[in-house]
């Protein structure tokens, strides 16, 4: 997969970009990353990619041509007809792991990041496939919800986590929290790890993880039962942690 952001501040995505998975996973080929900042596309000698908003009001606005043409020319680059444009938004549709799963299909993302007051209308409805926010509030730019989402996707495509199931239980992967997980010591300050664990009866210990992931939820996001694919065993394990 290529990954394109489109930012003034291309700096910003030096260091989180470039250590752990995400590192591995790009100097493996599994994924490329490129930033394009807008202000390359101006042709004016201030390099100016903002104005003044229309009909008055605070603040600058982003101005849609350096944009424009930033999102032509990376999407140009790359032969493929599987990509999605996207604008990060305060107002765009909440992220959330069903989105990360759809994005990993694409052969190619391209992450609009704006600043100041936002950018000018006419690339949202004309340029970019879609609008995602990562939550209820405003930061100062589209960067770090790029690189969030860019994250959550990466994990999803295979081989970036290494084992083939990694990311398969993960926390909302199948729209439960993921169970506790433990490592050595077996005990730690009087705090045992769970015997179930230690058994080797790998039956009793799934059903052990699934059970501990239903108690997770409802205790902290009962939200997520409402929509969640509950099986009977899940069903009965929901009866047995509200009976204890």
């Known amino acids: 997969m290529r990954i394109d952001f489109i930012s003034l501040f291309p700096e910003m995505f030096t260091g989180p970009l470039g250590h752990s998975?995400?590192?591995?996973?790009?100097?493996?080929?599994?994924?490329?990353?490129?930033?394009?900042?807008?202000?390359d596309f101006t042709y004016d000698k201030h390099r100016i990619v903002d104005d003044y908003p229309f009909g008055g009001g605070?603040?600058?606005?982003?101005?849609?041509?350096?944009?424009?043409?930033?999102?032509e020319s990376v999407v140009n680059a790359?032969?493929?007809?599987?990509?999605?444009?996207?604008?990060?938004?305060?107002?765009?549709?909440v992220f959330d792991q069903a989105k990360a799963r759809e994005l990993a299909g694409y052969e190619q993302l391209v992450f609009v990041c704006g600043h100041y007051e936002g950018i000018d209308a006419r690339i949202r409805r004309h340029v970019v496939d879609e609008a995602?926010?990562?939550?209820?509030?405003?930061?100062?730019?589209?960067?770090l919800p790029a690189m969030v989402i860019a994250d959550a996707v990466a994990r999803m495509i295979p081989g970036v986590l290494g084992a083939n199931d990694g990311a398969q239980?993960?926390?909302?992967?199948?729209?439960?929290?993921?169970?506790?997980?433990?490592t050595r010591p077996r005990e730690f300050n009087g705090w045992a790890v769970p015997d179930i664990l230690l058994s080797g009866d790998h039956a009793k210990i799934e059903t052990w993880r699934?059970?501990?992931s239903l108690r997770a939820t409802l205790e902290r996001r009962p939200d997520l039962l409402v929509n969640a694919e509950l099986s009977p065993l899940d069903r009965k394990l929901l009866q047995e942690i509200r009976s204890e």
Do not use: W
Not at 64 to 70: D, G, L
């Open 169 to 182: 239980h993960d926390s909302f992967y199948n729209g439960l929290l993921e169970y506790p997980q433990y």
């Open 132 to 143: 995602i926010s990562i939550g209820d509030y405003v930061l100062t730019g589209g960067e």
């Open 58 to 71: 605070s603040g600058m606005v982003m101005k849609p041509e350096p944009i424009f043409r930033a999102v």
């Open 78 to 93: 790359n032969n493929t007809l599987n990509k999605r444009v996207i604008l990060m938004c305060p107002g765009g549709q």
């Open 21 to 39: 998975i995400l590192k591995r996973a790009q100097a493996g080929g599994l994924i490329s990353v490129q930033v394009t900042n807008p202000r």
């Open 210 to 212: 699934r059970k501990e």
